[in-house]
């Protein structure tokens, strides 16, 4: 074990000198992801599903007329 001041550290699990990201890994936002992710509609807008997974329906609005404003 290594000392950093005071505090014990172990050693690290990889090497510094490596990528941070893996090649073929899909990231989540890349283009063209959108139409695959839950939440995105094809208009360009978004719901509650795309903010949160849990009990989507309930942030939906009530009112259909209503703006459908995202928690996020």
């Known amino acids: 074990m290594a000392r ?3 505090i014990r550290v172990g050693r690290s699990d990889v090497a510094a000198s490596k990528p941070s990201h893996t090649p073929g890994v899909r990231e989540g936002n890349a283009d063209g992801r959108y139409a695959t992710q839950a939440g995105h509609h094809a208009d360009g807008t978004s719901g509650a ?4 997974g849990v009990n989507a ?3 939906e ?3 259909p007329r209503s703006p459908n404003l995202s928690p996020a």
């Open 61 to 63: 609005p009530i009112d």
């Open 4 to 6: 950093v001041h005071t």
């Open 49 to 52: 599903r795309r903010s949160t």
């Open 57 to 59: 329906a309930a942030a």
